[in-house]
């Protein structure tokens, strides 16, 4: 049987509607954030991350996970 970890990576409602990078699935330092992947993307990588974690937040319940190493 699989088990999950039901975790909240992010609950800071500044970011609800955009676009979230941390360092890792495993870290919910916020290491960049935009309206966009890219942007959130970049903000990351300018802070020397080479594959960072992005997700979507939105402003409902949901959550987009755009990462495969997860």
Do not use: W
Not at 15 to 25: D, E, L, M, P
Not at 44 to 68: M, N
């Amino acid at each position: 049987m699989a088990s999950h970890n039901n975790r909240t990576l992010i609950s800071d409602p500044q970011y609800q509607g955009k676009y979230v990078a941390f360092a890792s699935c495993n870290d919910n330092t916020v290491v960049g954030s935009g309206k966009s992947r890219k942007e959130a993307r970049k903000q990351a990588i300018r802070q020397g991350l080479d594959d960072p974690f992005v997700l979507y937040v939105p402003t409902s319940h949901r959550v987009h996970c755009i990462h495969a190493h997860c």
